[in-house]
């Protein structure tokens, strides 16, 4: 049975991880996997996750089986700090699922299971792996136009165009923030433009946030979800606790959908019933590290300073490497990546110029062109500076 398997195309952004690793060069740089890292290099253990867990560890007296939709006050703790005051508890259900991509993955069976025939449409370019479940799943799906390529900006103008084609019933996928692979993101106004079209057509958001917190600050990175939750009558939210907590590996994720009230239990018992099916009860360690830190005050405050010091760390490295690029090129064609938010900007460089790069500076970026600022520091964002140039960027 098993020989009747065939190869499987590698993740291209996992494969870069392996290939990393695999080279023996003292000075090589990863700038590939969306990864935290400080100016050590490491992807340290948040001060209020360590004090989380070893509370966890000093109270925990059973690891019998949480509830099938997760722990409520995981929950409710985190689809708190995601809606904030767009929060409607009568029309909200929600799961908690292991990670991001498990949130996705559930999302996309719900929509399967609630509109077989239904359209997703996906940004150009997009999260490869949002393209690849899609597939898996024997799912349609379309691209809207979003990244300006001369601009390194959003195209919006090309998004509405594209958008104006969905039919009511059709998923519209949206990045929260911190767009990935971009870091080109939209304005608020721009959501508001955004949420009109889609209660115009009756077509149905799911928005993917995996960064809240790494672009312009917990809540206003949330702002564009907000929106969207509070103005559209159904909305799926799929996000992610493993960079805004750190704790990747975990696999801390929640899927939110609103419906209308009368609906929201069924709504409740399919998200219930797809994790039943799927993996049965969700992964509950990270859960409970980050319903800890969002019940407590102390533990909240610190963990906030310490996720604003990651995000400005990342926007001072966005500014170091946008002076760099302009004092060594004479020309201001970098400045978008000051404009970029996120861990994410795509460079617009050719597959080649991007290979030049690993090959020839060890420095290491998804073949698109995506680099991921958090894993520069000051003393290397002048070697990667001279290397855009020297592979002719
Ligand atoms: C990324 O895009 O690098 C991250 O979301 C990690 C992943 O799973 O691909």
């Known amino acids: 049975m098993l020989n009747a398997l065939k190869p499987q195309p590698a993740d ?41 867990e070893h509370r966890l560890w000093e109270s925990q007296t059973t690891k019998t089986y949480t509830g099938l939709a997760g722990e409520p006050e995981f929950n409710a703790a985190i689809t708190g700090m995601i809606l904030g005051p767009a929060l409607a508890a009568d029309r909200l259900a929600s799961v908690a699922t292991p990670g991001g991509t498990g949130a996705i993955r559930q999302a996309f069976e719900l929509i399967r299971m609630a509109a077989p025939g239904a359209t997703v449409w996906v ?11 899609l597939t898996y799943l024997g799912m349609t799906w379309r691209p809207y136009r979003y990244f300006d390529g001369e601009t390194r900006g959003v195209d919006f103008g090309a998004m509405m165009a594209d958008l104006a084609g969905v039919k009511a019933g059709d998923v519209v996928l949206l990045h929260g923030c911190c767009h990935n692979p971009t870091g080109a993101n939209l304005t608020l106004p721009e959501w508001a433009e955004v949420a009109a079209l889609l209660e115009r057509t009756g077509a149905v958001p799911l928005v993917d946030l995996a960064y809240q917190g790494f672009g312009d600050g917990l809540e206003a990175d949330a702002a564009g979800t907000r929106l969207i939750a509070s103005r559209l009558p159904e909305a799926l939210i799929a996000a ?4 805004n907590f750190g704790i990747y590996r975990e696999r ?11 609906q929201r239990n069924v709504t409740q018992a399919n998200l219930a019933f797809l994790n039943r099916q799927n993996y049965s009860f969700p992964p509950d360690h990270g859960a409970r590290i980050v319903t800890t830190i969002l019940t407590d005050e102390g533990l909240r405050s610190d963990w906030r300073s310490e996720l604003e010091e990651i995000r400005k760390g990342m926007l001072a490295l966005r500014g170091q490497l946008a002076r760099e690029l302009r004092d060594l090129s004479g020309s201001d064609r970098f400045g978008f990546l000051a404009q970029h938010r996120g861990m994410f900007s795509r460079l617009g460089a050719t597959p080649e110029q991007v290979e030049r790069l690993r090959a020839e500076h060890g420095i290491y970026m998804v073949g698109d062109s995506r680099l991921n600022i958090a894993g520069l520091n000051r003393a290397t964002v002048p070697v990667l500076a001279r290397a855009i140039l020297a592979v002719g960027i």
């Open 240 to 243: 992610s606790c493993s960079k």
């Open 123 to 133: 940004s150009d370019p997009t999260w490869p792996n949002h393209t690849a479940i």
């Open 252 to 262: 801390t994720g929640v899927l939110a959908a609103l419906s209308a009230p009368a």
């Open 12 to 52: 291209k952004i996992l494969q870069l991880m392996g290939q990393f690793r695999a080279d023996p060069r003292a000075d090589k740089i990863d700038l590939g996997v969306g990864v935290y890292k400080d100016a050590t290099g490491l992807t340290p253990v948040m001060r209020a996750v360590k004090a989380a």
